[in-house]
T-cell receptor
Framework: QKEVEQNSGPLSVPEGAIASLNCTYS??????FFWYRQYSGKSPELIMF????GDKEDGRFTAQLNKASQYVSLLIRDSQPSDSATYLC?????????????FGQGTRLTINP | DAGVTQSPTHLIKTRGQHVTLRCSPI?????VSWYQQVLGQGPQFIFQ???????GRGNFPDRFSARQFPNYSSELNVNALLLGDSALYLC???????????FGPGTRLTVL
């Protein structure tokens, strides 16, 4: 059973601080990892993807991947109230030609003004 | 470019009925995947279609079926609806050159 684990939160962070979201995955065969943001009642919106060990930065967002530890994280700098949402971590599994995203249960993030 | 579109937005059905959900991928994308998201959980993989062929199926009963049309749009069908089928049904499309999946707005299905 391929699994992705996230702390469901809620995680509360003051405005302007760094929010740190974490995720672990079970299958070492997975090569691609994704962070999606989901506002209440809406569909997931892609924020970042990462394939290689290390850090990947995009604006206020930094994704980190450590394949040896099977650990993925997302840092949000200068957190804004509009960042309040559920953040979904997903690992891509490829099996017999199918590309399947396996999601964690999501971490609910609240940014306090 | 338009994103992934899904219809209808909301749907209310009763137990035992049948439902058809529709999805149009991003222009140029040939792969469509379907996911079910129940409240408080992450999306669960149902199907993936590429070039009208089923590429993968998740752990869902045979009441769930899907197909993809020559224009790459897709339908998800669910027969004999159960209360537990109430969920947000998400369609995602991806291009042939990447493994990044982009989600549509979803269809909220309520089974009474």
């Amino acid at each position: 059973q391929k699994e992705v684990e996230q702390n469901s939160g809620p995680l509360s962070v003051p405005e302007g601080a760094i929010a740190s979201l974490n995720c672990t995955y079970s299958d070492r065969g997975s090569q691609s990892f994704f962070w999606y943001r989901q506002y209440s009642g809406k569909s997931p919106e892609l924020i970042m993807f990462i394939y290689s060990n290390g850090d990947k930065e995009d604006g206020r967002f930094t994704a980190q991947l450590n394949k040896a530890s099977q650990y993925v994280s997302l840092l949000i700098r200068d957190s804004q109230p509009s960042d309040s949402a559920t953040y979904l971590c997903a690992a891509l599994y490829i099996h017999q030609g199918a590309q399947k995203l396996v999601f964690g249960q999501g971490t609910r993030l609240t940014i306090n003004p | 470019d338009a994103g992934v579109t899904q219809s209808p937005t909301h749907l209310i059905k009763t137990r035992g009925q049948h439902v058809t959900l529709r999805c149009s991928p991003i222009s140029g994308h040939k792969s469509v995947s379907w996911y079910q998201q129940v409240l408080g959980q992450g999306p669960q993989f149902i199907f993936q279609y590429y070039e009208k062929e089923e590429r993968g199926r998740g752990n869902f009963p045979d009441r769930f079926s899907a197909r993809q049309f020559p224009n790459y749009s897709s339908e998800l069908n669910v027969n004999a609806l159960l209360l537990g089928d109430s969920a947000l049904y998400l369609c995602a499309s991806s291009s042939p050159n990447t493994d990044t999946q982009y989600f549509g707005p979803g269809t909220r299905l309520t089974v009474l």
